[in-house]
């Protein structure tokens, strides 16, 4: 059984902070990982994807992977109000294969 | 472009009523199609996929079955809903970098 875990929160940070939301998952054969943020009522969009070991940066968003351990992170730096959501974690083992998603962290940034 | 799109966005069904949930994808050709649940304040759960036309694979057995009458259409369908169906559905299909791109959702409340 393939298994993505996160801790469920909700995780605080006041606004201008580094947030730092991670994800652990079972299967070691995974080779994608997704971070999602969903907001109250919408559906999941997709913020980032990384495929190999280390450090991936978007703008404010960076996600990093380690294979060895496990585990996958998303930090979000100078946190905003507006980045208050739920962020979910999904693991791929190949493409075309179903994806596994984490039951997601809620992240509120305080003004 | 490719766009995916759900209706209803909301539905109020009682007990025991049947159930027709419709997605459609535009832009692209033969897609492999999914539908998740997500129920209140839990994680998302994958229920059917469908690699082409007539081809559907169930990942829960449940009160729930689906079908793909065309290329870009993909049915969720119940013919006697429970209280335990309500939750938010969300059609997805790949999108960019391997990653999935979901539908807006329609959140059903069985009463």
């Known amino acids: 059984q393939k298994e993505v875990e996160q801790n469920s929160g909700p995780l605080s940070v006041p606004e201008g902070a580094i947030a730092s939301l991670n994800c652990t998952y079972s299967?070691?054969?995974?080779?994608?990982f997704f971070w999602y943020r969903q907001y109250s009522g919408k559906s999941p969009e997709l913020i980032m994807s990384?495929?190999?070991?280390g450090d991936k940066e978007d703008g404010r968003f960076t996600a990093q992977l380690n294979k060895a351990s496990q585990y996958v992170s998303l930090l979000i730096r100078d946190s905003q109000p507006s980045d208050s959501a739920t962020y979910l974690c999904?693991?791929?083992?190949?493409?075309?294969?179903?994806?596994?998603f984490g039951p997601g962290t809620r992240l509120s940034v305080l003004p | 472009s490719q766009t995916i799109h759900q209706w209803p966005a909301t539905l109020v069904q009682p007990v025991g009523s049947p159930l027709s949930l419709e997605c459609t994808v535009e832009?692209?050709?033969?897609?492999?199609l999914y539908w998740y649940r997500q129920a209140a304040g839990r994680g998302l759960q994958l229920l059917f996929y469908?690699?082409?036309?007539?081809?559907i694979s169930s990942e829960v057995p449940q009160n729930l079955s689906a079908s793909r009458p065309q290329d870009r259409q993909f049915i969720l369908s119940s013919k006697k809903l429970l209280l335990s169906d309500s939750g938010f559905y969300l059609c997805?299909?790949?999108?960019?970098?391997?990653?999935?791109?979901f539908g807006s959702g329609t959140r059903l409340t069985v009463v």
């Open positions: 999904a693991v791929n083992g190949n493409y075309g294969q179903n994806f596994v």
């Open positions: 299967d070691r054969v995974s080779q994608s």
């Open positions: 990384i495929y190999s070991n």
């Open positions: 832009g692209t050709s033969n897609p492999n």
């Open positions: 469908s690699v082409g036309i007539g081809q």
């Open positions: 997805a299909y790949p999108g960019p970098y391997y990653g999935y791109t």
